[in-house]
Each structure stands twice: as structure tokens, then as C-alpha cells.
């Protein structure tokens, strides 16, 4: 699917390349003349033409010039190379993501504020204005050639008549047998042209001028315009004026129109005089140059016997030579390549030639998440949802839809393509599908069974989806992940025997919901990943123009877009990230309360693509507000923020807005629900602090008691490489707390539910959520970034508490030994199983922190060599002072692992 901004990056691309070669080809043409046959080199045109009727070349990642340009939904782009996280059903599964450090300070209000661009010209994206412009002019051109060639056709038609002299139509009968031309040829005389020529491309038609020519003479003009005929000119020609049409505004392809112009006549002529002595070339020559005088009006859609005066003398040299040529054939090659290998003169960000890269992690692929803390089987129990006794260890939720584009693509960081449906799938055991709709896919060689539920059963066909599963399959059976180390090939073909991809449900891009959550003030904010459907009756234009955003992680710094803005009683704010580049994929977005000074939101690494709302509570109406955004490099991106009439959508379901603000002490809630999510950190790996982050959807109290219902993620954080990070947790859970409410205002939590795994996750949503929330507790796909921040707040929090300064990071790069196989699975498997020292110690080259009887201790693992050349791996136990409480190194031979002397 290709926009317009897209089609322009191409055509310009397109035509620049292509100039470059044209300007190369007329400069050797000369050259060319000596050496190959004219016929050959007026094809090689034809490649040229070819190449700039159709402007998309595949793009490699070499180029001459390299084009950063901004990508709105529509594109591909290339991956980075660092830390790429975890995939799964979901990213919001992943207990390990990707984070930028937030460090919410105050931005200071001199700010200066970029000036709103909505104002004239300014708001309208560049890539329109051009389109219209191009199309305007590409629309004028064509009309131009069309009136002039309906003039001629009409003046013709009024001037012409029939040849009727037997002799003349003899000569021509006989040439038409000589050349193989079948079909009837029409011949007339219209005294209103000076110069032979020939018309139509299904009825053709030769004009002879009112001269009166030899029969020499008339048989070289006859025999000239057939041979044009023959090899189908006009059509030729038409392809050159819908080149140059397209390319109307360079100058080039107009030089590029005449030199074909020349050379096909040059080779006309060269058919004709073959196998001519030169007596006959000499008296050709002498025909044409007899119509020198004599020039008159031709058309696009016609071929000339003169051709022109500038080309006379290159025709007559032509005609007159006959050295023996080489045939072209390296030419015609030699401009094909060319014409293909254009490509690599640019290399667009945006992927503008529509041509699709690889899959990768974060570049369209989907993958189904895998624990790496878990084993093999407990990973496929857990994923197809039958009892494990690891399940919460192997926790594995489909919590919302995937988006995809119309190749079967997840829309991603780097594959911001438009969207074509949000999908729910997951991975069931087959005994659980038998009353669903399936069939059997084959991919790679395997069959997959693929189920759809009563939800979408309508998709069963639907070739998108295929592309979908296929894309998702192929991709996983040669996925490796660079941060664990485990064999996905096997986790997908244990899947793929024992259970069924089940396509759950499809949602259409008009019926895209937002994602909203309540802060602890109780304002509303949310996102959307935007579409054509996505129009809104604007009240208030803050901002809207393309801006360069300088590089910050922090929130400390920022720029501001356009000037402060007033949030009346029933508006909401939308913050519409609408492009980004290669570079900069993401943007860091904060929201300032100008009257009050403080921070609303701080959200890093907002993705392109996406809408984000924010929806004052009653108290913050009429206030003034501010608008900061950062890069995360920097570089440009295209921002629109306005206000508009706040709807349902934009403040949850069913005025739970209300039912939150006043039904209950919304502090206090929040204070409990924290305290139970972390209460259920005993079921994952134990780290140094616990933290949690939860959304709020509703509340219902009775009797003395407060039901809760929430969107709850536990996150334990430990140190890994010095950088505070996640080391265990869960995903995005949908969960029901029940607590009573004593006379003093406190909260004692009496029950504690969450959504079911794998099949029963659906029916145990009906079960516990009522049915006003159920379709939001399903659409929980981009939750995890909230509850991810709120995480590592409290990761800060804890690292001020403890007086350390350190990054706080959802995931560390971890680089295993570069050692032989079978002894770092001895190493790392074998040893560790009895030995607590060891097992403490990293997996990867690098430290891990533990706390122990209120000690910090770090453990460390890293490779040298041996003075022999072996590989040396030690593993060691230091306090946080430097000294060494244990030591042990092992010589790696081969396989053979060795204990090694430590040197004190």
C-alpha cells in the first residue's frame, strides 16, 4: 500500500538517478556509434524509458546518498543493532522490555516555544502541496499533447485523400510483402505536410505530402515509414511521452525525448539501407535531405521521415558507413543494470519504494514469548494454558490485539506501516478447539492448525490473516534470540505438534478503541494508534508543522510546541505523533500544567504512529497547559496537538470516571491494591526490591466492602552490569480484588483473582469483569507501558532510598562466553546444579548484586586466557568494598573444562 509521500519519495529518487544515467548515456553515445549497431543502442533507450515509468527499484543498504526522510505510517525501517527485547504474543507480556531512564524533573518554563504551524501553508504536510503540484503539471502536459494531436488528427482528416495512382500503390504492396507488414496500410496525400509520416496504431495510415516524388524516391519514403510501423514506433513513442509526462518538471528527460528522437531515425534508416550499396545509400541520403526545406508539423503520436535538421548530419554519416558492427547486445545489458541498480544511488528511510525488508524483532516480526527463566516444557504448557506446576513462573497472556498492515505485518517501532486489522490470537491445545471453526495451514513443510472462535469466524479466508500466520511461522522457526539462549526453533515446532494458532478476534481500524487510564489525581490519559478514521472537529489548534527535536532522555530538557493553551470543561487533549525517521523512531512526550507547575505525564519512547489524550479532571479546567517533547536522537518529526470535545471513549466506560472520584477513597484504594500486587511477587525470582504498576478501571463498594477491578504487573528489580534492572515479573494481568473496609478508613484484602491462562482466559474475563469493562479488559495491548513506568518510578524511588545512583533499565544486554558449546553447557548447567556459589554467579560476562544477611555482595563472571592460549573462565564473589570473598577458575580445553589455580 503506497501513500502519496511515499510516491513522491520515490519519483524524485527516481528521477534524479535516472538523470544521472541518461546525461552518462547521451555523453557516450558517440563512442557507442563507432562500435554497435544502431538498433541496439535505440532499445537501450527503451530501458531508460521503462525505468522512469515505473520509479520503484529495490533499495540495498549501500547507497551513494542516504535520504533520512520522515515516515508516517507508511514504512520500513532499519533495525538497531543493540538491545532488542524479548518478543511474544504481545509486548506487553514480555516481563523484560526495553526502557529509556525517566527521570521526571521540572522542564523550566522559558522554554522557548516553537511557533504553531497551523497558520497558512505551514499546515499543510509538504509531500500534498507537491502531489497537487505534480499532478497538476503531469495533468497540463497531457492535455497539451492531446489537443495538439486532436488538431492534427481533425486537420488531416479535413485535407486528405486517397492515393489512387496504381503504380504508387503497387510499390507499396510490394514493400509490405518484402517487410512481412500483413495488415492493410493505408496511403494518402494531404497537401497541408511537407514531410512523409505515418498515423494510428490500429488503422495505420501513411501521409505523403503533395509532392511529387521519383519512383526512387518513393520507394525509400515508403519503405521508411514501414519499417517504422513494423517495429511498433508509435507504441514507443507514446511510452516516451507518458515518461516525459511523469517527469515533467526535469529538464532532462526532455534532452532525453530528442536524443531518442534521433536514434530512431537513425536506426529506421539503418533498416532501410540494409544490404544497400552505395549507390542506394547515397540516393536515400539525397530523399531526405530533399525534405530539408520543406519541415512541417508533427505530433507525438506520429512518425517523421525528416526528423529534423540537428539530427541530419548524425543520419547521413550513418547512412553512408558500413563498417561491420558489433550487434548491442552488452549496451542493452549494460542499461538494464544501470536502470535496476539505481537504486543504490539513494537509500530511503522510509522504504519509500514500497519494497519489504526482512523480518526482524521490532521490524514487523511476531513471536511468541518465551521464558527464558523456564524450561522448554513448562513454556509450551504454559503458552497453550494446561496446568504447569511453573505456571506462574511461565505466565503467558494474550491481552489484547496485535495490529498488523496488509502484508500480514506487525505495525512496530520499525514497521509503522497503516494498520489493517488488530488481531487477538494465541496458542490453545487442540483438545480445546474441537467446536471451533479450523483448518490446517501448511508452512515450511509443516501443517498448522489454525482455529477461529465464533468472533471470527468471518476471517476464515481472509488472506491478510493467512499472510499473518505465515509470515509469523516462517519467521519463528529461524528465530534465535540474542539476549537468551534457548532453541525457539524447538519451543514452535513442540507448539505447532500439540496445539492450534486460534485467531480470536479482529477488529477493523474504524473500530479502534483507545487505551485509557486514570492517574492517582484523576486525570484521564490514553493512546490510540492512528487512522483515516481518526478525525476529530478540532476546537483548539495548538500545533502543526514538521520540527527537529534535539536528543534527551531525561525530562529534564525539551522543546516546546507552539504557545501555552487553555483545556476548557469538556475538552480533551490529542498529541498526534504523526511521523518520525529512522533515526528517531521514538519521541519523549510531557504534558505541564502551567498553572500549577507541575508534570501531568512524562512519557519516553513514544512511539510514531500513535495519538496520545489527555483529559483534565474537573479541577484543572481552564487551566493553562504546556506542551515538551524531546528525541530520542535527534532528529525531525511531524507533531499535530489541538484540542476537541471530550467523548465516552475518553473517559473509560460507563462514567467510571465518577464511580472512581466518588464512590470511594480513591487514594487509600490505590495504596491497597499496591500493597496485594506485590504480595504476589513470592511466585517469581526474588531480586532486591519489588515494585508494581496497575490501572484502575472501576470499583464497586457494598457493605462494608470494595471491589476492585484492575490491570495489575509486578516487576522485581535487581542489579545486573551496574544497571538496575527487571529480573523477573509478570505481563499485563487482568485482576479482581475484593477487600473490606475497616472504621478507621483501612483496607484488608480479602480475595485475590486473576484472569486465567490459555483457553480459560477468555471465559474467566466474562466471569470475573462485568460486562461494561470486558471489552476494554480484552484491548490491554498497549497498557504495559504504563505500568512499566510506574515500576520503575518505584525503581528510583528505591535507588534514592538507598542513597545510589544508578540506570534503571526494563533489560540488560547479556553477552554469553565465547566458548565451546559442550563445556559451556558443563559449565553453566552441569556444575551449578549443586553448587550455590556458582549458581549465583551470571550466566553471561558480568556482575549480578545480591543482598545477603543485609550484605551486599557482587558476583562475577568473566573470560580471559590462559598463558598457553586456552580460554579462562573465573567466576568470583566480592563485597561491595572489593574484596574477594571466593574465587574459582576453569581452563577450557576444547570440551574438556579444568579446574585452574587462582593467583592470590
Not at 496445539?499 to 477488529?507: F, T
Not at 486465567?756 to 484491548?779: A, C, H, N, W
Request: proline residues 4%.
Amino acid at each position: 500500500m503506497i501513500d502519496l509521500r511515499s510516491f513522491l519519495i520515490a519519483l524524485i529518487e527516481c528521477s534524479v538517478a535516472m538523470s544521472v544515467l541518461i546525461l552518462l548515456f547521451i555523453a557516450i553515445t558517440p563512442l557507442l556509434e563507432k562500435r554497435y549497431v544502431a538498433k541496439w543502442r535505440y532499445y537501450a533507450w527503451l530501458v531508460i524509458v521503462i525505468g522512469l515509468i515505473i520509479p520503484f527499484r529495490p533499495h540495498f543498504d549501500t547507497a551513494l546518498i542516504q535520504m533520512d526522510t520522515l515516515v508516517a505510517p507508511s514504512y520500513t525501517q532499519k533495525m538497531p543493532s543493540d538491545n532488542s527485547e524479548p518478543s511474544g504474543n504481545n509486548p506487553t507480556q514480555s516481563p523484560i522490555q526495553r526502557a529509556e531512564p525517566g527521570v521526571v524533573g521540572m522542564i523550566p518554563d522559558d522554554n522557548p516555544p516553537i511557533g504553531t504551524g497551523h497558520r497558512g501553508w505551514a499546515a499543510i504536510p509538504w509531500y500534498c502541496w507537491a502531489g497537487y503540484l505534480w499532478l497538476t503539471g503531469t495533468v497540463i502536459f497531457i492535455t497539451y499533447q492531446s489537443l495538439r494531436q486532436l488538431r492534427f488528427l481533425k486537420m488531416v482528416k479535413r485535407w486528405s485523400q486517397r492515393v489512387t495512382d496504381q503504380q504508387t500503390l503497387n510499390i507499396l504492396q510490394s514493400l509490405q510483402a518484402e517487410l512481412e507488414v500483413s495488415q492493410q496500410v493505408k496511403l494518402q496525400v494531404c497537401p497541408s505536410i511537407t514531410s512523409p509520416m505515418m498515423l494510428g496504431f490500429v488503422n495505420p495510415v501513411i501521409l505523403l505530402p503533395a509532392t511529387n516524388f521519383s519512383v526512387d524516391e518513393l520507394f525509400f519514403v515508403l519503405k521508411h515509414e514501414l519499417v517504422h510501423f513494423k517495429r511498433k514506433d508509435l507504441c514507443y513513442k507514446s511510452l516516451v511521452l507518458i515518461a516525459v509526462a511523469i517527469h515533467w518538471f526535469n529538464p532532462i528527460v526532455y534532452l532525453m525525448a530528442k536524443a531518442i528522437a534521433v536514434q530512431c531515425e537513425i536506426s529506421c534508416d539503418a533498416e532501410v539501407v540494409k544490404n544497400t550499396d552505395r549507390y542506394g545509400r547515397q540516393l536515400y541520403s539525397e530523399t531526405i535531405i530533399g525534405v530539408i526545406e520543406k519541415p512541417g508539423m508533427q505530433t507525438v503520436f506520429s512518425t517523421d521521415f525528416y526528423g529534423g535538421k540537428k539530427g541530419m548530419r548524425n543520419r547521413i554519416t550513418a547512412i553512408m558507413d558500413t563498417t561491420r558492427k558489433k550487434t548491442g547486445v552488452f549496451v542493452l545489458c549494460a542499461v538494464l543494470i544501470g536502470t535496476i541498480g539505481t537504486g543504490t544511488i539513494f537509500s530511503a528511510s522510509a522504504n519509500a519504494s514500497g519494497d519489504l525488508k526482512p523480518l526482524s524483532e521490532r521490524g514487523g516480526a511476531i513471536t511468541t514469548y518465551y521464558n527464558p527463566y523456564a524450561t522448554l516444557e513448562d513454556n509450551v504448557l504454559g503458552t497453550l494454558g494446561i496446568d504447569s506446576d511453573k505456571d506462574e513462573i511461565c505466565r503467558v497472556r494474550v491481552t489484547g490485539p496485535t495490529y498488523i498492515d496488509a502484508n500480514g505485518r506487525k505495525i512496530d517501532y520499525y514497521n509503522r506501516t497503516d494498520p489493517y486489522y488488530g488481531i487477538e490470537w494465541g496458542w490453545e491445545e487442540k483438545s480445546a478447539i474441537q467446536k471451533m471453526m479450523h483448518k490446517m495451514l501448511s508452512v515450511e513443510g509443516k501443517n498448522v492448525t489454525v482455529a477461529f472462535t465464533d468472533d471470527a469466524a468471518a476471517y476464515r479466508d481472509d488472506k491478510v490473516i493467512e499472510k499473518m500466520i505465515i509470515n509469523q511461522i516462517v519467521f519463528e522457526l529461524g528465530y534465535h534470540s540474542k539476549n537468551s539462549d534457548y532453541d525457539h526453533q524447538a519451543f514452535i515446532n513442540e507448539l505447532i505438534n500439540r496445539g492450534a494458532y486460534v485467531i480470536k478476534d479482529v477488529v477493523t481500524p474504524e473500530n479502534f478503541k483507545p487505551r485509557v487510564w486514570q492517574n492517582k489525581n484523576g486525570d484521564f490519559l490514553g493512546m490510540k494508534l492512528l487512522t483515516d478514521y481518526d478525525q476529530k472537529n478540532k476546537i483548539t489548534d495548538i500545533f502543526k508543522q514538521e520540527i527537529t527535536l534535539h536528543k534527551n532522555v531525561n525530562g529534564n530538557q525539551g522543546v516546546q510546541l507552539g504557545d501555552r493553551f487553555v483545556i476548557k470543561h469538556g475538552e480533551t487533549l490529542a498529541i498526534d505523533i504523526k511521523e518520525t525517521t529512522d533515526k528517531m523512531p521514538t519521541v519523549n512526550l510531557a504534558i505541564i500544567n502551567v498553572t500549577t507547575g507541575e508534570f501531568i505525564d512524562w512519557m519516553p519512547g513514544v512511539r510514531g504512529g500513535y495519538r496520545f489524550i489527555y483529559t483534565p479532571r474537573e479541577a484543572y479546567a481552564n487551566h493553562n497547559f504546556k506542551i515538551v517533547m524531546s528525541g530520542e536522537e535527534s532528529d525531525n518529526a511531524y507533531i499535530e496537538i489541538f484540542t476537541y470535545k471530550t467523548g465516552k471513549d475518553e473517559i473509560s466506560h460507563d462514567d467510571c470516571r465518577e464511580a472512581l472520584m466518588y464512590k470511594t477513597d480513591y487514594v487509600g484504594v490505590t495504596d491497597a491494591v499496591a500493597r496485594a500486587i506485590k504480595s504476589r511477587s513470592s511466585s517469581y525470582l526474588q531480586g532486591e526490591t519489588v515494585t508494581e504498576g496497575h490501572i484502575i478501571l472501576d470499583t464497586e463498594e457494598q457493605k462494608g466492602t470494595v471491589k476492585v477491578y484492575a490491570i495489575s504487573s509486578v516487576g522485581v528489580f535487581g542489579f545486573e552490569n551496574g544497571i538496575f534492572t527487571k529480573i523477573s515479573g509478570s505481563g499485563v494481568v487482568p485482576t479482581v480484588m475484593t477487600f473490606s473496609k475497616n472504621q478507621q478508613g483501612g483496607y484488608e484484602l480479602l480475595e485475590y483473582k486473576e484472569a486465567e491462562d490459555g483457553s480459560g482466559y477468555t471465559s474467566s474475563i466474562k466471569k470475573m469483569f462485568p460486562r461494561r469493562l470486558q471489552d476494554r479488559v480484552r484491548s490491554t495491548h498497549d497498557d504495559y507501558s504504563n505500568l512499566k513506568k510506574q515500576q520503575e518510578e518505584q525503581a528510583q524511588e528505591y535507588l534514592r532510598s538507598i542513597g545510589r545512583a544508578a540506570e534503571v533499565r526494563a533489560h540488560v544486554k547479556k553477552k554469553r562466553p565465547n566458548i565451546d558449546v559442550e563445556a559451556s553447557n558443563k559449565l553453566f548447567a552441569e556444575y551449578t546444579k549443586n553448587d550455590a556459589f556458582l549458581n549465583a554467579c551470571p550466566y553471561w560476562l558480568g556482575t549480578r548484586e545480591c543482598i545477603e544477611n543485609g550484605q551486599r555482595f557482587i558476583y562475577e563472571t568473566s573470560q580471559s586466557k590462559t598463558g598457553d592460549g586456552c580460554d579462562l573462565i573465573t567466576f568470583r564473589k566480592t563485597r561491595a568494598n572489593g574484596t574477594v570473598v571466593e574465587e574459582r577458575q576453569y581452563k577450557i580445553e576444547g570440551s574438556v573444562i579444568r579446574s585452574h589455580p587462582t593467583v592470590n
